[in-house]
């Protein structure tokens, strides 16, 4: 994996073990400012108000600085997270105490994290396109799995137009949503919410400017 420091865009050609996950994300998450910034990403936040409630129990994927889970948070909610890196997990605690809120983190990749069965209320997935295809549908899995009955699943990540547009996300394609990918990904679920649409984003360094975006909100 490789990124390409002209367009901040990620290059992943194999999947990497866990120490080389680590490492490539703790020198993208070395630098004192919060790449991604510190303000919820929009998709989350809007589609939080209608589907999630205070107290309910929420998984959030590889939430890195901590800026969805703190958010998730302070909205009330006993948040639970994972990252592959460590670096990002001790910029994430302080960011959680600053905002005088308490999260479980644990360092973890994806296929490493104790999905429990039935324990989460929400599973929250934003720009997790580290994932290749075959770890995506792992991830599909195991949030379908750790979802109580009637449980929300909520995703944001980018569509092959943004290979265009190059503010941010993967560049190779087979890390890219469409809708009929999705579709077929959330096969279990009843979708509440699909939709492609393009979008300015502000969020952080690593994603800002004009972006193709897919967001999903999915229940068991």
């Known amino acids: 994996m490789l990124v390409d420091s002209k367009n901040n865009q990620v290059h992943q050609s194999e999947y990497l073990n866990f120490d080389d996950a680590k490492e490539f994300w703790n020198k993208r998450f070395e630098k004192e400012e919060f790449i991604f910034g510190k303000e919820p990403n929009e998709y989350l936040a809007l589609q939080a108000k209608t589907h999630l409630k205070p ?15 703190v958010w998730l948070a302070k909205q009330g909610m006993q ?7 460590d670096i990002a997990l001790k910029k994430a605690k302080q960011f959680a105490k600053e905002n005088q809120v308490e999260i479980v983190y644990s360092l973890s990749d994806t296929d490493g994290f104790n999905w429990q069965e039935n324990t989460y209320d929400a599973v ?10 075959q770890m995506r549908a792992r991830i599909f899995q195991q949030a379908y799995k750790a ?6 699943f909520i995703l ?4 092959p137009k943004q290979l265009e547009y190059k503010t941010g996300g993967p560049s ?3 890390h890219l949503y469409t809708e009929e990918m ?14 492609s649409y393009e979008k300015e984003l502000n969020e952080g360094a690593r994603h800002a400017g004009m972006s193709a975006l897919l967001g999903l909100v999915a229940k068991k």
Do not use: H
């Open 55 to 69: 107290n309910q129990k929420v998984l959030c994927i590889a939430d890195g600085e901590g800026r969805n889970g």
């Open 124 to 133: 929250i997935g934003i720009f997790i396109q580290f994932a290749e295809p």
């Open 182 to 195: 999705i579709r077929g990904l959330a096969k279990d679920f009843q979708i509440l919410d699909l939709r």
């Open 79 to 85: 948040v639970v997270g994972f990252d592959v890196s």
């Open 156 to 159: 944001q990540g980018y569509t």
């Open 147 to 152: 979802l109580k009955p009637g449980g929300i």
């Open 172 to 174: 190779l394609i087979e």
